[in-house]
């Protein structure tokens, strides 16, 4: 059974930073590609960043470029979000997930197979 656990989130002031982790369970995360999305209330959810299986591409939502940064430890089948300089519009829940995606595709939810419960992040001005 798959599973992915997020951790790290939380309350923080705007401007500050918060580091979430994802950790798998039941694959082995090295023959994947991850993705972070976030859903804040009354909104669809969005992509944030994705890294490819060896962690050599990485990929970011213009909104958040040079702030927040995706990288993985597939020794410990956990991906990682630094999330730097928050915003308040930023607060939402962010879910990792996991697929195989092209240069083309990684920001589609649908491209993903697994996710992960979620994990809440407040960003207060």
């Known amino acids: 059974q798959v599973r992915l656990v997020e951790s790290g989130g939380g309350l923080v002031q705007a401007g500050g930073s918060l580091r979430l982790s994802c950790t798998a369970s039941?694959?082995?995360?090295?023959?994947?590609?991850m993705g972070w999305f976030r859903q804040a209330p009354g909104k669809e959810r969005e992509f944030v960043a994705a890294?490819?299986?060896?962690?050599?591409?990485?990929y970011y939502a213009d909104s958040v470029k040079g702030r927040f940064t995706i990288s993985r430890d597939n020794t410990k089948n956990t991906v990682y979000l630094q999330m730097n300089s928050l915003k308040p519009e930023e607060t939402a829940v962010y879910y990792c997930?996991?697929?195989?995606?092209?240069?083309?595709?990684?920001?589609?939810?649908?491209?993903?197979?697994?996710w992960g419960q979620g994990t809440q992040v407040t960003v207060s001005s």
């Open positions: 890294i490819t299986q060896s962690g050599g591409t990485t």
């Open positions: 039941g694959l082995t995360l090295r023959y994947y590609d």
């Open positions: 997930a996991v697929g195989t995606f092209s240069s083309g595709t990684y920001s589609y939810s649908s491209t993903y197979d697994y």
